[in-house]
Structure formats: C-alpha cells, structure tokens
C-alpha cells in the first residue's frame, strides 16, 4: 500500500508542478488598436462588423479582454487575446475589420502574465 500511495503522491506532484509550468508560461497578446487618418468616417456598419469580430473572438475563446480608450490621441482601444502563439495571434488582428477596412493599424505586443501562482515571474 505504501508504494501505491508514493505514486500516487508523485503523479500529484507531477500534475501540480505541470499546472506551475504552464501558468508560469502563460502568454497573452495586447492589440492595441490605432486611429488611421480616416477613422472619422467610420461608418455604422463598420463598427457592426467591428462588434460582430468581438463576439466571434469570444465564441472562438480568444477574447480575454476588450475595451476602448478615453482621453489618448489615436488610439481606439485594444484587444487581450488568447492564442496559441504570436503568430496566432497576428491572424486573429488581421482579420480585424477595423483595420481590413483601412480605419484603423494595429500594434500586437506579448504579455507574459504575472500572478501569485509564478511568484509574480520572480
């Protein structure tokens, strides 16, 4: 019994430590949205579209966070996305109808997430 139960307290150390690793590994993805000279002429429907991207980014999991910028010049506001890699994450802005459309470029940084389960990347 004492040999089932030594396992059985590894497979939990080891299923633990997996959870550590890969919180410790967690990347999200900033889009910061940015005005283009022709943002102004943002029409109804392009903002639908633009809501209707939101909502499947949602759908999809991708969406963490969303929200708009009061107060900065030329920036419209952001996107915190989930994906697999950068380059996921790319395709997921470029579809993006605010910017297929020419209102808006955009700027995509990583964020490696910080919390109290990493010690905060200490």
Known sequence: MWGGQAAEERR????????EKDFMEKWLYVMFIEKTKTYNRLT???VERHVAN?????DEGHLE?????KGYPGVAGM????????E???ELCR???LVTEGFATYKLKALQVAGRENNYLL
Do not use: M, Q, T, W
């Open 12 to 19: 939990g150390y080891r299923n633990h430590f997996k959870k």
């Open 44 to 46: 109804k429907a392009a």
């Open 54 to 58: 939101i909502r499947a980014l949602d």
């Open 65 to 69: 966070l969303c929200g708009v910028f």
């Open 79 to 86: 996107y915190i996305l989930r994906a697999g890699s950068y």
């Open 88 to 90: 996921e994450a790319e």
């Open 95 to 97: 579809r993006e109808p």
